[in-house]
Structures are given as structure tokens and as C-alpha cells.
């Protein structure tokens, strides 16, 4: 197993020179996640970080401390008190804009999201959010939001249907008429609103 830096497996592969096929971790060509990482090895880091307790960000940012300290000890139990991927443990970030509650929340949010989904899991999660809210139209940057925290680097681009890949979330919800309706405000630009289709 070759041990990377920490800076190297946070990069995304799109920075880096090597083949942006293979896992920063292991060089093997399997499916990576935004950090380049391959299932392996993004479970070697999530527990590197927890024995680093580097909480914020990993999926254990959530857990009450005693939750934590436990799952750590359950980590160094089973696979060992040495990092896996990582170097050197993180050190805690010290700069100020590290610790403001605006990136506190962007990184917890990032923690919890979901990495693994389908076009439909997405279409599902937009139908729900509308559903759930009082009013029939729906202010789309609204759905927006909530999609974009909800799934993890949620990128239009890979979603919908093969043959209708779009850059915007709008776009690809918009492909499908038959669960969304969309329409454009009338006097304002870019506002724009969404209901079920019933
Ligand atoms: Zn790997």
C-alpha cells in the first residue's frame, strides 16, 4: 500500500497530473469519489481522520463526543492505532476562516451528505422536498439548495437521462414533465418556480 499526504489525497484528481483513472491512494483503476479515492481506500482515510479525531471531517462529525471517542476506540481495535493512508496526522487547522460557523456548517454538510446516489434518488428527494412544503409552487432555488446539500457534489452533468446529459440542475429536473413542472416569474429574470406534476 503506498502512504500519500494528506494535501494529496484531498486534491481532486482534475489537479492532478497523474491518470485521473486511478485511486490517489492505491494506483488501481477502480471507481474513485471526488477525492480520487477508491471505496478501499476512502474508508482508510475516513479512519485515519478519526484517529486523528479530525471530527469535522468525517462521517463522524455528527456523533455526540462520547460516540466518537468509542467509535475511535473501535477503529484502533479492529484495524490498528497506525494511520492506513495518511502520512502524518492532520494537524488542526489553526487560520481564523477555518473555524468560522459559515465553513463549520459547509463542512458538517459535506459530512453528512449523501456520495452514492442515482437520477432517481434525486428526482425522489426533489418530489419529497416539494411535497412536504405548504404552497403548490415552489421557488426552485429553494429545491436547489436543498438538493445540492443534500447530495454530495451534486453535479447536473451525470444525471438524467444518457442522451440529455445538462449543466443545470433546472435543465435536467426540467426533462422530466411528467413529475415537474416548471415555470419562469414573469417580470423577473431568473426566477423561476417548480410544482408536481399531478
Ligand atoms: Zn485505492
Known amino acids: 500500500m503506498q502512504k500519500v499526504s494528506l494535501m494529496k489525497a484531498r486534491r481532486t484528481t482534475r489537479d492532478d497530473t497523474r491518470n485521473n483513472w486511478e485511486c490517489v491512494g492505491c494506483d488501481l483503476p477502480l471507481p474513485l469519489n471526488e477525492q480520487g479515492l477508491c471505496a478501499d481506500c476512502a474508508g482508510k482515510l475516513e479512519r485515519d481522520l478519526i484517529r486523528a479525531r479530525d471530527w469535522e471531517y468525517s462521517y463522524a462529525a455528527f456523533l455526540i463526543p462520547e460516540r466518537?471517542?468509542?467509535?475511535?476506540?473501535?477503529?484502533?481495535?479492529?484495524?490498528?492505532?497506525?494511520?492506513?493512508?495518511?502520512?502524518?496526522p492532520k494537524p488542526k487547522p489553526k487560520n481564523k476562516r477555518s473555524h468560522s460557523?459559515?465553513?463549520?456548517?459547509?463542512r458538517a454538510i459535506a459530512a453528512a451528505a449523501i456520495r452514492e446516489y442515482t437520477s432517481e434518488d434525486v428526482l425522489q428527494a426533489a418530489h419529497d422536498f416539494i411535497q412536504k412544503q405548504g404552497d403548490e409552487w415552489v421557488n426552485f432555488s429553494r429545491v436547489a439548495q436543498y438538493l445540492q446539500e443534500r447530495f454530495y457534489h451534486l453535479?447536473?452533468?451525470?444525471?438524467?437521462?444518457?442522451?440529455?446529459?445538462?449543466?443545470s440542475l433546472l435543465k435536467m429536473i426540467a426533462n422530466y414533465p411528467e413529475r415537474f413542472q416548471i415555470r419562469k416569474e414573469a417580470d423577473q429574470t431568473g426566477i423561476y418556480w417548480i410544482r408536481l406534476t399531478s
Open 101 to 106: 460557523t459559515n465553513t463549520k456548517r459547509k
Open 68 to 88: 466518537q471517542e468509542a467509535l475511535r476506540a473501535q477503529i484502533i481495535r479492529e484495524f490498528g492505532a497506525a494511520n492506513e493512508l495518511l502520512v502524518t
Open 155 to 167: 453535479k447536473p452533468k451525470r444525471l438524467g437521462q444518457p442522451e440529455k446529459r445538462h449543466n
